[in-house]
């Protein structure tokens, strides 16, 4: 819940879910997916959260 508020990224695929479905606790719960997936692929190939990652793999391929 505290990530679809604080963070830009899940605020928006929150509204996207909900206004595609219509039920808030099946965006919240997929949601709740998506942070348990990415914890267990950071803890299994033990590295650290980097919220920008995207911005920083694009300038390192240009």
């Known amino acids: ?3 679809v ?3 830009d990224h ?3 695929s929150y509204a996207r879910l ?3 479905q219509g039920i ?3 965006a919240l719960v997929s ?3 998506k ?3 990415m914890t267990y692929i950071l803890y299994k190939n033990k590295t ?3 919220k920008q990652y995207k911005n920083i793999v694009q300038t390192q391929m240009a």
């Open 1 to 3: 819940m505290s990530a």
């Open 5 to 7: 508020k604080w963070d």
């Open 10 to 12: 899940y605020r928006e």
């Open 18 to 20: 909900v206004s595609k």
């Open 24 to 26: 808030k606790m099946k």
């Open 31 to 33: 949601i709740q997916r």
């Open 35 to 37: 942070l348990l997936e």
């Open 48 to 50: 650290a959260y980097e």
